[in-house]
Nanobody, 113 residues
Framework: QVQLVESGGGLVQAGGSLRLSCAAS????????MGWYRQAPGKQREWVAT????????NYADSVKGRFTISRDNAKNTVYLQMTSLKPEDTAVYYC??????WGQGTQVTVSS
């Protein structure tokens, strides 16, 4: 069973940047679309961005378009989320997802105003 481990979260001021990483175990990483999702307190988990297996197609939620960039390194079994111009409303636990079934444990991102 694949395991996903997120890292890179933390506390940042509004306007700042963070880069999240999600490292996957196993050999199926390069075959799967990867996604980032987030869940703010009291809200449902929402989709943030996805990247196809080869990295050729990336899609973003409107709320992060132009500020966040998803990327992947299949040699390292890792997907990244570069977040810039962060806003307080970006505060959430961020999760990575492999395919449609596997989730990481999440990493907290807190943006102070």
């Amino acid at each position: 069973q694949v395991q996903l481990v997120e890292s890179g979260g933390g506390l940042v001021q509004a306007g700042g940047s963070l880069r999240l990483s999600c490292a996957a175990s196993g050999s199926i990483f390069s075959l799967n679309t990867m996604g980032w999702y987030r869940q703010a307190p009291g809200k449902q988990r929402e989709w943030v961005a996805t990247i196809t297996s080869g990295g050729g197609t990336r899609n973003y939620a409107d709320s992060v378009k132009g500020r966040f960039t998803i990327s992947r390194d299949n040699a390292k079994n890792t997907v990244y989320l570069q977040m810039t111009s962060l806003k307080p409303e970006d505060t959430a636990v961020y999760y990575c997802r492999l395919g449609i079934t596997s989730w990481g444990q999440g990493t907290q991102v807190t943006v102070s105003s």
